[in-house]
């Protein structure tokens, strides 16, 4: 049963628009089914705009950020719960063991360690919780295509396609949500 979902998405506030329309319409669909919404933490970004949107109706977010991030990052302090630990490797094993399912939205280089650690975690056995990419506008098709590459190099094999599902917009995240939920 997914009863609360980690969120991995882009710190910046200059992120494209419509990518703010997807993390506000997730958050809004996550409150509205009363699951809770855990993240990175922080105020700004994608991040900082699902988590509003989850608060606003009347959902449950839970943060955790690393100390020297409180201030870079600008803490959220309107959240469920915001815990304020020392490092980033504690921030992760939070972010993950409090996770029933992962949702990546757009994000740089955070976002990006974040799914394949959790992505690498799934392949070797640690976790089978389900890992669904937000393909807003095709965000993530390239890095779908180098996976590719290195299945067909045989440096992976072609079961890797079953670690995680795509989706094109928040609402086809939240129907599959509901499918995972209405299946257990
Ligand atoms: P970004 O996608 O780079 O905007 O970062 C999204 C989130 O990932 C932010 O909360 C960052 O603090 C976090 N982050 C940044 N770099 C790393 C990293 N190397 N490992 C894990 N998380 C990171």
Redesign the pocket.
Known sequence: MIRSVTV?????NRAPDAYFNEAEALGRGLAERKIGMVF???HV?L?GCAADAVMRCGGQVRGV??RF?EER?VAHYGLTELRVVET?HE??MLLTGWADAFVILP????????FL?ILTWKHLGHHQKPIILLNTDGFWDQLLQFFERIATEKMVGESYRSFYDVCNSAEETLALIDKHNASV
């Open positions: 991995y998405c882009s710190s910046s990175g933490g922080g970004g991040m950020i690393p991030l990052e980033m921030r992760k994000g740089g280089f955070g976002t990006l360690d974040e650690e």
